[in-house]
């Protein structure tokens, strides 16, 4: 019988072994791969609306949102292929990237003439 497997852990299992039949670091790169496309999608459309209406609040969307999805994936397989770093330091450089996101976003909520 085999173990019972709950939670993330089961959704890698399934896309593992029996959906795509990929390895979990396979697996992970391209699920990672995927949010950062779907977030350059929204981070594009997120900027055309600062461009076509000279919305600052907009611009700071796209900000947060690049560096919520696309900048840390980037920079964690660049970190990682091209240093010899610990995972605490590829760990590090994407929490730092969430964190900008998030202090973007939470700009963007500002009013334009709010100060």
Known sequence: MAPVLEGPRAVVFLL??????????????FLGLASAVLGTVVTWTAYRGFVRNDSQPMLFLAIGVAFLTVVPFVLSHAVELTTDAADATVLLVVTACHLLGLIAIVRSFRRPNSG
């Open 16 to 29: 593992e072994t029996t959906v795509v039949g990929l390895d979990e670091a396979t697996t992970i790169f």
